[in-house]
């Protein structure tokens, strides 16, 4: 019943900026988890950051300092505000959600998640 629909991709420069969103829709109850996720061509699914209903951070190493999570409980919509783009950057963006009354995790793990979106394409050129 949940679903999540990304938005905000498409091709930007290297150095450039880019942000997602990701709008939460259904019964997603008033505590929860929201990550993102990606995956480059012939590489396997990564984590890049993930927030939780208090507002706690969690980054992947590779974008720490450069990316930033956000999320607006009233919304029910997250973001993901991209800057200084490598072309590394490049994949599906991938949205999660999963119903949760705990904010001690970390929720970096795919596994942790029940509500997927279908994803975004980010490409970011050289």
């Known amino acids: 019943q949940v679903q999540l629909v990304e938005s905000g991709g498409g091709l930007v420069q290297a150095g450039g900026s880019m942000t997602v969103s990701c709008a939460a829709s259904g019964p997603t109850g008033t505590r929860s988890a929201m990550g993102w996720f990606r995956q480059a061509p012939g590489k396997e699914r990564e984590f890049v950051a993930a927030i939780a209903w208090s507002g706690r951070q969690t980054y992947a190493d590779s974008v720490k300092g450069r990316f930033t999570i956000s999320r607006d409980n009233a919304k029910n919509t997250m973001y993901l505000q991209m800057n200084s783009l490598k072309p590394e950057d490049t994949a599906v963006y991938y949205c999660?959600?999963?119903?949760?009354?705990?904010?001690?995790?970390?929720?970096?793990?795919?596994?942790?998640?029940?509500?997927w979106g279908q994803g975004t394409q980010v490409t970011v050129s050289s």
């Open positions: 999660a959600l999963t119903p949760t009354y705990l904010s001690s995790t970390s929720y970096s793990q795919d596994n942790e998640y029940r509500y």
